[in-house]
């Protein structure tokens, strides 16, 4: 997209986050990102803008391509699962630190649909972002927003859990046992899918710190204070390294 100018550039990366949040196939979505960045370079050799093959409002240019694709219910379905799984890995995993698991009812309908309602939440928050082309502001007052919703979320489950009992199902420690092995493997299986390891990396930062420091005796206070620093000094020199390695390859 270097030969565009910076209005086709943005619009074409908006119509690509709009319809992969619509639940649009990959590869058809690239396919007609790059045949529409054909038509883009074309029209502005000729001295058109991206108004001139897109109409006035973008958003109906977007809505109306997104209802001639088809939705790629089976692999939205697929993506969604294994968000939910994920979720519901990283809560067994941290708590299985602490000692044996054991769940409310409560507990376990309530983390799935607080990770269902996320789910459907960034992908209506994105088509906004891309079909509205919001100032950079308010694009990130969008971004504190989503990353406060599953905080309220969560503390909000919490809350209800001590206030509504229902039955608590414990796992006791061979249970426990099983369980882990079968969530790491669960977590192994997606990293290899997906072709990624951060989810394990992720999970170890926010794990190992709180495990190895549980055979050390230290005050609580310095205890939270070590814990913290670890996992989060981790996830920065993480997304650092990420940062630099991917800026390296682009160049």
């Known amino acids: 997209m270097v030969n565009l100018s910076r209005n086709s550039q943005s619009f074409l990366e908006n119509l690509r986050l709009y319809l992969i949040?619509?639940?649009?196939?990959?590869?058809?979505?690239?396919?007609?990102?790059?045949?529409?960045?054909?038509?883009?370079?074309?029209?502005?050799?000729?001295?058109?803008?991206?108004?001139?093959?897109?109409?006035?409002?973008?958003?109906?240019?977007?809505?109306?391509?997104?209802?001639?694709?088809?939705?790629?219910?089976?692999?939205?379905?697929?993506?969604?699962?294994?968000i939910v799984l994920g979720a519901l890995s990283f809560s067994i995993l941290t708590n299985a630190v602490k000692g044996e698991l054991s769940y409310s009812l409560l507990e376990m309908i309530g983390t799935v649909a607080v990770s269902l309602v996320l789910i459907f939440s960034i992908g209506i928050v994105f088509k906004y972002m891309a079909a509205a082309n919001l100032s950079k502001r308010k694009e990130y007052g969008l971004y504190y927003l989503m990353g406060m919703l599953p905080?309220?979320?969560?503390?909000?489950?919490?809350?209800?859990?001590?206030?509504?009992?229902?039955?608590?199902?414990?796992?006791?420690?061979?249970?426990?046992?099983?369980?882990?092995?079968?969530?790491?493997g669960f977590l192994i299986g997606v990293s290899f899918w997906s072709k990624t390891w951060v989810v394990l990396i992720m999970l170890a930062l926010l794990v190992l710190p709180d495990y190895v420091i549980t055979f050390v005796e230290l005050k609580p206070s310095t205890e939270i204070v070590l814990s913290s620093s670890i996992t989060?000094?981790?996830?920065?020199?993480?997304?650092?390294?990420?940062?630099?390695?991917?800026?390296h390859q682009s160049n």
């Not at 790059?34 to 958003?59: C, F, N, Q, Y």
């Open 21 to 82: 949040s619509s639940g649009k196939e990959e590869k058809e979505v690239h396919s007609i990102v790059e045949e529409l960045e054909d038509h883009l370079m074309e029209a502005e050799a000729r001295g058109k803008t991206v108004d001139h093959i897109v109409g006035e409002s973008p958003k109906e240019y977007m809505k109306q391509l997104s209802n001639e694709m088809n939705t790629n219910w089976r692999s939205l379905f697929k993506v969604m699962v294994i």
């Open 151 to 184: 905080i309220l979320l969560f503390v909000g489950l919490i809350y209800l859990n001590r206030l509504i009992e229902t039955p608590i199902f414990a796992f006791g420690r061979y249970g426990t046992v099983i369980t882990v092995i079968v969530t790491l």
């Open 232 to 247: 989060f000094g981790g996830i920065a020199i993480y997304l650092l390294v990420t940062y630099r390695m991917t800026k």
